[in-house]
Nanobody, 120 residues
Framework: QVQFVESGGGLVQPGGSLRLSCETS????????MSWYRQAPGKGREFIAS????????NYVDSVKRRFTISRDNTKATLYLQMNDLKFEDTAVYYCNKGWAMSPASLDVWGQGTQVTVSS
């Protein structure tokens, strides 16, 4: 069965950086587009970035464009999210999942997520 294990979150000051990882198993990782999502306190889960299966080509929501970079290593079945210039509003639990910009409601398997807290 598919499994996602997110890691790399933590407490960071505004303007700081973090790199998240998502180790995936149970699916042919290199055959799937992959995405990152986040859920801020009191809000629903939202899509933030996708990357094609071959790693060439990505899509971002406006709020993270030019600050976040999604990447992947198909040899390790691992997805990454480099987050720079972090802002208070980036505070959330971050999740990965398979597919290209899928609606969170359409996805039934999730990992535990990794908490990112931006605070001074």
């Amino acid at each position: 069965q598919v499994q996602f294990v997110e890691s790399g979150g933590g407490l960071v000051q505004p303007g700081g950086s973090l790199r998240l990882s998502c180790e995936t198993s149970g699916i042919p990782f290199s055959s799937y587009s992959m995405s990152w999502y986040r859920q801020a306190p009191g809000k629903g889960r939202e899509f933030i970035a996708s990357i094609f299966s071959h790693g060439k080509g990505a899509n971002y929501v406006d709020s993270v464009k030019r600050r976040f970079t999604i990447s992947r290593d198909n040899t390790k079945a691992t997805l990454y999210l480099q987050m720079n210039d972090l802002k208070f509003e980036d505070t959330a639990v971050y999740y990965c999942n398979k597919g290209w910009a899928m609606s969170p409601a359409s996805l039934d398997v999730w990992g535990q997520g990794t908490q990112v807290t931006v605070s001074s």
